[in-house]
């Protein structure tokens, strides 16, 4: 059964770090892209940031360039979230996510995590 | 960027309704890269459609996916109690820009 478990959620102050983990198992973690999308509190949902399947290729939306860094650890099945310079309007569930496909990205998402909340306010 | 913009807002049915539900982009979405997911209060989303009419593993087949270009469709056949929820679609397009629509909630009536 694939399991995404995100960690390291919580309230920071604006201008303030945080890094969010997610544990995954039940697939090759290894051979699949993974992704973060965050969902503001009772609003739709935005996608955040992409790291291919061997860690080479990242990709970000505009919102949080320069300011998050997405990583994995796949000898540790575990894709990270790096958040600096946060924001009010980062505020947020932050949902680990795998790619459909097995290799290369296709950008549909099959599995979600539970969600970390991430609160940024002073 | 692609906007998508989903319509309606709110949808009222009844179960064993029809819906339909639609979802606009503002420029050519490629039919390979249009999705559907489900999300329920308090839950993650889940995909139900990609490709704009293929269904996910697992998804019952009232749920249908249709469209091409500008226009795409969810469809639910009959409605069935767990079906009440927010649906939203999603876009991937050729400049690695990725968008969801504003969502459709499909309520009882």
């Known amino acids: 059964e694939v399991q995404l478990v995100e960690s390291g959620g919580g309230l920071v102050q604006p201008g303030g770090s945080l890094r969010l983990s997610c544990s995954a198992s039940?697939?090759?973690?290894?051979?699949?892209?993974m992704h973060w999308v965050r969902q503001a509190p009772g609003k739709g949902l935005e996608y955040v940031s992409a790291?291919?399947?061997?860690?080479?290729?990242?990709y970000y939306a505009d919102s949080v360039k320069g300011r998050f860094t997405i990583s994995r650890d796949n000898s540790k099945n575990t894709l990270y979230l790096q958040m600096s310079s946060l924001r009010a309007e980062d505020t947020a569930v932050y949902y680990c996510?795998?790619?459909?496909?097995?290799?290369?990205?296709?950008?549909?998402?099959?599995?979600w995590g539970q969600g970390t909340l991430v609160t940024v306010s002073s | 960027e692609i906007v998508l913009t989903q319509s309606p807002g709110t949808l009222s049915l009844s179960p064993g309704e029809r819906a339909t539900l639609s979802c606009r982009a503002s420029?050519?979405?490629?039919?390979?890269?249009l999705a559907w997911y489900q999300q329920k209060p308090g839950q993650a989303p889940r995909l139900l459609i990609y490709?704009?009419?293929s269904r996910a593993t697992g998804i019952p087949d009232r749920f249908s996916g249709s469209g091409s270009g500008t226009d795409f469709t969810l469809t639910i056949s009959r409605l069935e109690p767990e079906d009440f929820a927010v649906y939203y679609c999603?876009?991937?397009?050729?400049?690695?820009?990725?968008?969801f629509g504003g969502g459709t909630k499909v309520e009882i009536k």
């Open positions: 039940g697939f090759t973690f290894s051979s699949y892209a």
């Open positions: 790291i291919s399947s061997n860690g080479g290729s990242t």
């Open positions: 999603q876009q991937y397009g050729s400049s690695s820009s990725l968008t």
């Open positions: 490709g704009a009419s």
């Open positions: 996510v795998k790619d459909l496909r097995y290799g290369s990205a296709l950008y549909y998402f099959d599995y």
């Open positions: 420029q050519s979405v490629s039919s390979s890269y």
